[in-house]
Protein backbone atom coordinates (compact mmCIF):
# COMPACT_ATOMS: atom_id res chain seq x y z
CA UNK A 1 0.00 0.00 0.00
CA UNK A 2 1.20 3.31 -0.84
CA UNK A 3 1.56 6.26 1.46
CA UNK A 4 -0.95 8.59 1.79
CA UNK A 5 -0.35 12.09 3.99
CA UNK A 6 -3.74 12.89 4.71
CA UNK A 7 -6.67 13.74 2.30
CA UNK A 8 -5.78 17.49 2.19
CA UNK A 9 -6.84 19.30 -0.66
CA UNK A 10 -2.54 19.36 -1.56
CA UNK A 11 -2.20 15.50 -0.67
CA UNK A 12 -5.17 14.81 -3.49
CA UNK A 13 -3.40 17.61 -5.74
CA UNK A 14 -0.16 16.00 -5.38
CA UNK A 15 -2.32 12.71 -6.08
CA UNK A 16 -3.49 13.84 -9.47
CA UNK A 17 -0.13 15.49 -10.70
CA UNK A 18 1.57 11.90 -10.39
CA UNK A 19 -1.27 9.85 -11.43
CA UNK A 20 -3.87 11.44 -13.33
CA UNK A 21 -2.44 11.32 -16.78
CA UNK A 22 -2.27 7.19 -16.66
CA UNK A 23 -5.13 5.02 -18.63
CA UNK A 24 -8.16 4.93 -16.62
CA UNK A 25 -7.37 0.66 -15.80
CA UNK A 26 -4.37 1.91 -14.66
CA UNK A 27 -5.71 4.87 -12.37
CA UNK A 28 -8.22 1.97 -11.12
CA UNK A 29 -5.59 -0.58 -10.10
CA UNK A 30 -3.46 2.08 -8.12
CA UNK A 31 -6.51 3.07 -6.58
CA UNK A 32 -8.08 0.10 -5.93
CA UNK A 33 -5.00 -1.98 -5.05
CA UNK A 34 -2.39 0.38 -3.93
CA UNK A 35 -3.81 3.59 -3.10
CA UNK A 36 -7.09 2.58 -0.52
CA UNK A 37 -7.18 -1.06 -0.64
CA UNK A 38 -10.23 -2.30 1.01
CA UNK A 39 -11.62 0.80 1.66
CA UNK A 40 -12.58 2.29 -1.52
CA UNK A 41 -16.05 1.76 -3.68
CA UNK A 42 -17.75 2.67 -6.60
CA UNK A 43 -20.54 4.65 -6.89
CA UNK A 44 -22.48 4.26 -10.30
CA UNK A 45 -25.99 4.59 -11.56
CA UNK A 46 -26.10 1.58 -14.00
CA UNK A 47 -27.45 4.67 -16.38
CA UNK A 48 -26.54 4.81 -20.15
CA UNK A 49 -22.84 5.06 -20.22
CA UNK A 50 -21.77 2.99 -16.75
CA UNK A 51 -20.88 -0.02 -18.25
CA UNK A 52 -17.51 1.13 -19.57
CA UNK A 53 -16.42 2.00 -15.96
CA UNK A 54 -18.55 -0.75 -14.65
CA UNK A 55 -16.51 -3.21 -16.71
CA UNK A 56 -12.87 -1.56 -16.20
CA UNK A 57 -13.35 -2.12 -12.51
CA UNK A 58 -14.81 -5.80 -13.05
CA UNK A 59 -11.70 -6.28 -14.78
CA UNK A 60 -9.32 -4.37 -11.76
CA UNK A 61 -11.31 -6.62 -9.22
CA UNK A 62 -14.93 -7.90 -9.30
CA UNK A 63 -15.12 -7.92 -5.64
CA UNK A 64 -14.68 -3.91 -5.22
CA UNK A 65 -18.29 -2.65 -3.52
CA UNK A 66 -20.41 -0.50 -6.08
CA UNK A 67 -23.10 1.80 -4.71
CA UNK A 68 -26.08 2.13 -6.35
CA UNK A 69 -28.82 4.37 -5.01
CA UNK A 70 -31.66 2.88 -5.02
CA UNK A 71 -34.31 5.96 -4.39
CA UNK A 72 -37.29 3.98 -5.13
CA UNK A 73 -38.19 6.36 -7.88
CA UNK A 74 -35.84 4.51 -11.12
CA UNK A 75 -37.01 2.99 -14.28
CA UNK A 76 -37.90 -1.05 -14.10
CA UNK A 77 -35.46 -1.35 -17.10
CA UNK A 78 -32.76 0.12 -14.72
CA UNK A 79 -33.53 -2.49 -12.17
CA UNK A 80 -33.27 -5.30 -14.61
CA UNK A 81 -30.31 -3.69 -15.86
CA UNK A 82 -28.29 -3.29 -12.46
CA UNK A 83 -28.77 -7.09 -11.84
CA UNK A 84 -28.23 -8.13 -15.61
CA UNK A 85 -24.58 -6.08 -15.67
CA UNK A 86 -23.95 -7.29 -12.46
CA UNK A 87 -24.21 -11.17 -13.16
CA UNK A 88 -22.52 -10.55 -16.87
CA UNK A 89 -19.65 -8.96 -15.30
CA UNK A 90 -18.83 -10.98 -12.36
CA UNK A 91 -19.28 -8.11 -9.63
CA UNK A 92 -20.25 -9.68 -6.59
CA UNK A 93 -20.61 -6.84 -4.15
CA UNK A 94 -23.43 -4.54 -5.52
CA UNK A 95 -24.75 -2.74 -2.51
CA UNK A 96 -28.60 -1.00 -2.88
CA UNK A 97 -28.51 2.05 -0.39
CA UNK A 98 -32.08 2.91 0.13
CA UNK A 99 -33.63 6.23 1.64
CA UNK A 100 -34.37 7.00 4.88
CA UNK A 101 -37.90 5.94 6.11
CA UNK A 102 -38.48 8.26 8.68
CA UNK A 103 -37.08 10.93 6.34
CA UNK A 104 -39.33 9.76 3.63
CA UNK A 105 -42.27 9.78 5.81
CA UNK A 106 -41.89 13.28 7.47
CA UNK A 107 -40.57 15.15 4.02
CA UNK A 108 -42.25 13.13 0.98
CA UNK A 109 -45.44 11.07 2.73
CA UNK A 110 -46.88 11.72 -0.50
CA UNK A 111 -43.68 10.43 -3.17
CA UNK A 112 -44.28 13.78 -5.04
CA UNK A 113 -41.86 16.14 -4.00
CA UNK A 114 -39.57 15.95 -6.84
CA UNK A 115 -42.38 18.17 -8.06
CA UNK A 116 -42.79 20.79 -5.93
CA UNK A 117 -38.93 20.44 -4.95
CA UNK A 118 -36.75 18.52 -6.76
CA UNK A 119 -33.58 19.50 -5.14
CA UNK A 120 -34.88 18.99 -1.52
CA UNK A 121 -36.13 15.09 -3.11
CA UNK A 122 -32.27 14.62 -4.33
CA UNK A 123 -31.19 15.35 -0.89
CA UNK A 124 -33.28 12.61 0.78
CA UNK A 125 -33.29 10.26 -1.89
CA UNK A 126 -29.78 9.87 -2.84
CA UNK A 127 -26.56 12.43 -0.99
CA UNK A 128 -28.09 11.35 2.69
CA UNK A 129 -28.06 7.88 1.72
CA UNK A 130 -25.09 8.19 -0.31
CA UNK A 131 -22.69 10.08 2.26
CA UNK A 132 -24.06 7.60 5.29
CA UNK A 133 -22.50 4.65 3.00
CA UNK A 134 -19.42 6.51 2.15
CA UNK A 135 -18.46 7.21 5.98
CA UNK A 136 -16.84 3.55 5.84
CA UNK A 137 -14.68 4.37 3.04
CA UNK A 138 -11.50 6.69 2.65
CA UNK A 139 -12.66 6.94 -1.58
CA UNK A 140 -14.64 6.78 -4.09
CA UNK A 141 -14.56 6.31 -8.08
CA UNK A 142 -17.30 8.17 -10.09
CA UNK A 143 -18.11 8.04 -13.91
CA UNK A 144 -17.78 11.64 -14.58
CA UNK A 145 -16.65 13.10 -17.52
CA UNK A 146 -15.27 16.52 -18.57
CA UNK A 147 -17.41 17.16 -21.62
CA UNK A 148 -20.51 16.32 -19.94
CA UNK A 149 -21.49 19.59 -18.40
CA UNK A 150 -19.49 22.52 -18.00
CA UNK A 151 -19.46 22.60 -14.31
CA UNK A 152 -17.36 19.46 -14.97
CA UNK A 153 -15.24 21.10 -17.47
CA UNK A 154 -12.08 21.09 -15.48
CA UNK A 155 -12.44 18.43 -13.44
CA UNK A 156 -9.76 16.53 -12.41
CA UNK A 157 -9.25 12.80 -11.69
CA UNK A 158 -8.10 12.98 -8.46
CA UNK A 159 -10.54 15.30 -6.37
CA UNK A 160 -10.72 16.37 -2.46
CA UNK A 161 -14.32 15.59 -1.49
CA UNK A 162 -14.21 16.11 2.23
CA UNK A 163 -12.34 13.49 4.32
CA UNK A 164 -12.34 11.62 0.90
CA UNK A 165 -10.77 11.36 -2.24
CA UNK A 166 -12.96 10.85 -5.10
CA UNK A 167 -11.54 9.45 -8.36
CA UNK A 168 -12.91 9.92 -12.09
CA UNK A 169 -10.75 7.69 -14.24
CA UNK A 170 -12.75 8.42 -17.08
CA UNK A 171 -12.41 12.17 -16.85
CA UNK A 172 -10.50 12.73 -20.22
CA UNK A 173 -12.80 10.29 -21.91
CA UNK A 174 -15.26 11.70 -24.72
CA UNK A 175 -18.59 10.06 -25.83
CA UNK A 176 -16.59 8.58 -28.89
CA UNK A 177 -14.54 7.01 -25.99
CA UNK A 178 -17.22 5.25 -24.33
CA UNK A 179 -19.71 4.42 -27.51
CA UNK A 180 -16.09 2.88 -29.25
CA UNK A 181 -15.02 0.98 -25.70
CA UNK A 182 -18.79 -0.79 -25.64
CA UNK A 183 -18.92 -1.50 -28.62
CA UNK A 184 -15.53 -3.09 -29.50
CA UNK A 185 -16.33 -5.33 -26.36
CA UNK A 186 -20.31 -5.88 -27.46
CA UNK A 187 -21.00 -5.13 -23.76
CA UNK A 188 -24.76 -4.22 -22.62
CA UNK A 189 -26.32 -0.47 -22.41
CA UNK A 190 -29.38 0.48 -20.37
CA UNK A 191 -32.06 -0.36 -23.10
CA UNK A 192 -33.32 3.10 -22.67
CA UNK A 193 -30.39 4.04 -24.31
CA UNK A 194 -32.03 3.09 -27.46
CA UNK A 195 -35.44 4.61 -26.54
CA UNK A 196 -33.71 7.83 -26.78
CA UNK A 197 -32.48 8.37 -23.01
CA UNK A 198 -28.89 9.39 -22.94
CA UNK A 199 -29.14 10.45 -19.76
CA UNK A 200 -30.58 8.35 -17.31
CA UNK A 201 -32.17 8.94 -13.35
CA UNK A 202 -34.80 8.57 -11.56
CA UNK A 203 -37.94 8.13 -13.87
CA UNK A 204 -39.83 11.27 -13.13
CA UNK A 205 -36.77 13.51 -13.64
CA UNK A 206 -35.54 11.88 -16.79
CA UNK A 207 -36.75 12.44 -20.61
CA UNK A 208 -35.78 11.85 -23.58
CA UNK A 209 -33.25 14.12 -25.72
CA UNK A 210 -33.00 15.53 -29.07
CA UNK A 211 -30.83 14.75 -31.71
CA UNK A 212 -27.98 17.22 -31.15
CA UNK A 213 -29.14 18.06 -27.48
CA UNK A 214 -26.22 17.90 -24.72
CA UNK A 215 -27.03 14.47 -23.32
CA UNK A 216 -28.23 15.71 -19.81
CA UNK A 217 -30.19 17.95 -21.18
CA UNK A 218 -33.19 15.51 -19.87
CA UNK A 219 -32.36 15.68 -16.67
CA UNK A 220 -34.50 17.59 -14.47
CA UNK A 221 -35.86 19.12 -17.51
CA UNK A 222 -37.94 22.77 -17.54
CA UNK A 223 -35.28 23.80 -14.38
CA UNK A 224 -32.62 24.86 -13.93
CA UNK A 225 -31.09 21.90 -11.98
CA UNK A 226 -28.08 20.13 -13.56
CA UNK A 227 -26.62 18.42 -10.62
CA UNK A 228 -28.74 16.14 -8.06
CA UNK A 229 -26.12 17.06 -5.23
CA UNK A 230 -23.91 14.04 -4.42
CA UNK A 231 -20.48 16.08 -6.11
CA UNK A 232 -21.21 18.91 -4.72
CA UNK A 233 -22.42 18.07 -1.16
CA UNK A 234 -18.82 17.92 0.73
CA UNK A 235 -17.55 20.95 -1.77
Known amino acids: MLDIPGRA ?18 VLSLAINDLFPGRIA ?14 LVASVA ?25 EKLGLTNVIDLNPSAAALAE ?10 DPDACCAIRKVAPLY ?12 R ?17 GARTKINPLAGWSQDDIDTYVWRLELPRNPLVDEGYASIGCEPCTARVAPG ?23
Open 107 to 116: KDPDGTLNAR
Open 42 to 55: LVSSFGADSIALLH
Open 213 to 235: ENARAGRWRGTDKIECGIHTAAE
Open 62 to 86: PATPVLFLETGKHFSQTLAYRDEVA
Open 132 to 143: EALSGYDAWITG
Open 145 to 161: RREQTFSRNRMDVFEAD
Open 9 to 26: SSAVGALDRMFGALPAKE
